[in-house]
């Protein structure tokens, strides 16, 4: 009897995130430096509603990524986020706005249940919207006049480009509809002329629309959402979701959406979770704030 021929398949190729977001920290730092040279400074303000040890800690450590890339940051706090209103936040935002000095802004979530978050992130000027999440700037994507677009949904395109694959004419398929992730990240495939699925809650075969993609993008928040039998071979898989997963042992691990190792097996391209898509977001906020503060510069004074 002939021995058994076994086809060793290989693995995907792992996106490094964290190392593709220190390289873009470093243009952020020289161009920051460069505008610097010149008197110009980039400031970012952030405001973060009560006060929570997790929320003091992100702020932190966002003051100290903003440093290390020359980048002015300053915190606005709201201590009793119960009894702050609307009105009170709505004021600082239309403040910031007005202050020259001020380059960047951004508003910390979660809010309290009584803060309209959508409202609020509304009120911020465009063009300090650095997270882009002011429907004008999702209305300049749409119509492929992208200004500043949503931090996620930027990352994920450039870890996609970071394969080398044409974008123009893929087919690309988004699972997660999210106003954050998933809706602006199809609407950047889109406009890189990708050929658009958008699968959700009600979608009826996900697996149907997800087997015949180039690219699969997973924005759900649901651990093993996607396994092996929803890719086909050497497709481009980028996994946005974290979830907080208990082990057997008692111990807390981050994963994605994908299940890893059996995606991995399958696919040409994948990101992992944690050190893909999360430092990628990092480092484009701070691209976004350095694009901010750019387009501010570059306007008459007496227009912003």
């Given at each position: 009897?002939?021995?058994?021929?076994?086809?060793?398949?290989?693995m995907a190729?792992?996106?490094?995130?964290?190392?593709?977001?220190?390289?873009?920290?470093?243009?952020?730092?020289?161009?920051?430096?460069?505008?610097?040279?010149?008197?110009?400074?980039?400031?970012?303000?952030?405001?973060?509603?009560?006060?929570?040890?997790?929320?003091?800690?992100?702020?932190?450590?966002?003051?100290?990524?903003?440093?290390?890339?020359?980048?002015?940051?300053?915190?606005?706090?709201?201590?009793?986020?119960?009894?702050?209103?609307?009105?009170?936040?709505?004021?600082?935002?239309?403040?910031?706005?007005?202050?020259?000095?001020?380059?960047?802004?951004?508003?910390?979530?979660?809010?309290?249940?009584?803060?309209?978050?959508?409202?609020?992130?509304?009120?911020?000027?465009?063009?300090?919207?650095?997270?882009?999440?002011?429907?004008?700037?999702?209305?300049?994507?749409?119509?492929?006049?992208?200004?500043?677009?949503?931090?996620?949904?930027?990352?994920?395109?450039?870890?996609?480009?970071?394969?080398?694959?044409?974008?123009?004419?893929?087919?690309?398929?988004?699972?997660?509809?999210?106003?954050?992730?998933?809706?602006?990240?199809?609407?950047?495939?889109?406009?890189?002329?990708?050929?658009?699925?958008?699968?959700?809650?009600?979608?009826?075969?996900?697996?149907?629309?997800?087997?015949?993609?180039?690219?699969?993008?997973?924005?759900?928040?649901?651990?093993?959402?996607?396994?092996?039998?929803?890719?086909?071979?050497?497709?481009?898989?980028?996994?946005?979701?974290?979830?907080?997963?208990?082990?057997?042992?008692?111990?807390?691990?981050?994963?994605?959406?994908?299940?890893?190792?059996?995606?991995?097996?399958?696919?040409?391209?994948?990101?992992?979770?944690p050190g893909?898509?999360?430092?990628?977001?990092?480092?484009?906020?701070?691209?976004n704030t350095?694009?901010?503060?750019?387009?501010?510069?570059?306007?008459?004074?007496?227009?912003?």
């Open positions: 009897m002939p021995p058994r021929i076994r086809i060793i398949r290989p190729k792992i996106i490094d995130g964290a190392a593709l977001a220190k390289q873009i920290k470093e243009q952020v730092k020289t161009r920051t430096a460069e505008l610097a040279a010149r008197g110009k400074v980039v400031r970012l303000i952030a405001i973060l509603v009560g006060s929570t040890p997790a929320g003091e800690l992100y702020a932190q450590r966002q003051k100290e990524t903003c440093a290390a890339v020359g980048i002015e940051y300053d915190l606005i706090t709201f201590g009793d986020g119960n009894r702050v209103t609307h009105d009170e936040i709505a004021e600082t935002i239309e403040r910031l706005n007005k202050d020259q000095s001020v380059t960047g802004i951004m508003l910390h979530l979660p809010l309290p249940g009584h803060l309209d978050a959508t409202k609020l992130q509304y009120a911020i000027d465009p063009v300090k919207d650095v997270e882009g999440v002011n429907p004008a700037n999702i209305g300049y994507v749409v119509y492929g006049h992208t200004l500043i677009a949503p931090c996620t949904a930027l990352a994920v395109i450039e870890l996609i480009r970071s394969t080398g694959v044409e974008l123009r004419g893929a087919e690309a398929v988004v699972v997660g509809a999210s106003e954050i992730a998933g809706k602006p990240i199809s609407l950047l495939l889109t406009e890189q002329m990708a050929t658009v699925t958008l699968c959700h809650i009600a979608t009826r075969d996900l697996r149907s629309h997800t087997k015949r993609a180039d690219i699969v993008v997973v924005a759900v928040g649901k651990p093993d959402l996607i396994g092996s039998d929803h890719i086909r071979d050497g497709a481009i898989v980028i996994d946005v979701g974290i979830n907080r997963v208990k082990q057997p042992e008692g111990t807390s691990k981050t994963v994605g959406d994908v299940s890893f190792d059996q995606v991995a097996a399958k696919a040409a391209h994948i990101t992992p979770v893909g898509v999360g430092p990628m977001t990092v480092a484009i906020l701070l691209r350095l694009r901010s503060a750019e387009l501010l510069f570059a306007m008459p004074r007496d227009l912003y």
